[in-house]
């Protein structure tokens, strides 16, 4: 089976410790993302990498970072210096070139810190 | 900058009838717009993409619609049944390497 996994779905974290959120891929996409989901907000981009060992960062990367060494996998580290960290974080994928423009979302993390 | 707005947070309708969500964009026009489906406590799910030089695209029960002129694109959902009852989520093409844009979202609810 095919598609985008997310672990773990559900996450609690003391202030002031780094947590790191899993984000795997078996579709063969090359691009990943990472959203940030807020209730009344909307999906905000947190990070972004179109290619392996290479990243960018989206509209709130302040207190986030990221890796990509392999191409299925792109772990999120939420860090101490985020300072709201408590939301919905959403990974997804997107197959560039020829592909279709659409996002392949994973169920998602709820993070809550305590 | 490039916004995206989806200007009724809520939206209720009776089953049967047709649902009408609308999305509305700032500046110039995006290469394409896309609508997901969300459930509640899940990921999004995409449903539709059109672009800009498509004036209307179908798929089963959903419509979609893209008027340049008014900046605005029009997601119908016909015949809606309890099941269809979810949060809509609007986006537009970011214009670098992929990226969207998301509008907060419009939570249908359609009663029985």
């Known amino acids: 089976d095919g598609g985008i996994t997310q672990s773990p779905k559900y996450l609690f974290r003391k202030e002031g410790q780094n947590v790191t959120l899993s984000c795997e891929q078996n579709l063969n996409h090359d691009a990943m993302y990472w959203y940030r989901q807020d209730p009344g907000q909307g999906l905000r981009l947190i990070y972004y990498?179109?290619?392996?060992?290479?990243?960018q960062k989206g509209d709130i990367a302040e207190g986030y970072s990221v890796s990509r060494e392999k191409k299925e996998s792109f772990p999120l580290t939420v860090t101490s210096a985020q300072k709201n960290p408590t939301a919905f974080y959403l990974c997804?994928?997107?197959?560039?070139?020829?592909?279709?423009?659409?996002?392949?979302f994973g169920p998602g993390t709820r993070l809550t810190v305590l | 900058s490039q916004k995206i707005e989806q200007n009724s947070e809520a939206l209720n309708i009776q089953e049967g009838k047709t649902a009408t969500l609308t999305c509305n964009y700032t500046?110039?026009?995006?290469?394409?717009l896309q609508w997901y489906r969300q459930d509640p406590g899940r990921g999004p799910v995409f449903l539709l993409l059109i672009r800009e030089n498509e004036k209307e695209k179908r798929k089963e029960r959903l419509k979609v619609t893209f008027d340049t002129t008014l900046k605005q694109s029009l997601f119908h959902i016909t015949a809606s049944q309890p099941a269809d009852s979810a949060t809509y989520l609007c986006?537009?093409?970011?214009?670098?390497?992929?990226?969207?844009?998301f509008g907060k979202g419009t939570k249908l609810s359609v009663k029985p």
């Open positions: 997804a994928s997107r197959l560039t070139g020829t592909g279709g423009n659409e996002q392949f």
């Open positions: 500046n110039y026009s995006p290469a394409y």
């Open positions: 990498s179109q290619i392996v060992n290479d990243f």
């Open positions: 986006a537009r093409y970011g214009g670098s390497q992929g990226n969207l844009i």
